[in-house]
């Protein structure tokens, strides 16, 4: 049950991320309140850090769906809950 609801939420948090980033490199100003207040999104020079930011949002998404498909459901400590630590580890950074 447990292994469940941690399957679950990670897969929510992948798809989480995957949808963050593709809205920040697809529609940019959708983004520019998204961790910088007041961003110039129609700024020509700040559309490319935006891009950056969303598909640093994108790889850790995609991460966590490779990992869940590859890692066992088996040990200790569950691929899900590798992709939790890893990913709020992430978030402190």
Sequence with gaps: MLTTL???VAGLLGAGLVLMG???LFRPRGAGGFGIPDAPV???GFQPWLRVKG???IA???FVFVLLA???RTGSITAPSAVMLLTG???LV
């Design 89 to 91: 580890a992430g978030l």
């Design 55 to 57: 598909l640093r949002e």
């Design 42 to 44: 129609e700024d020509p």
């Design 60 to 62: 850790p998404g995609s």
């Design 22 to 24: 593709a809205n920040a």
């Design 70 to 72: 590859v890692a066992p």
């Design 6 to 8: 941690a399957t679950v």
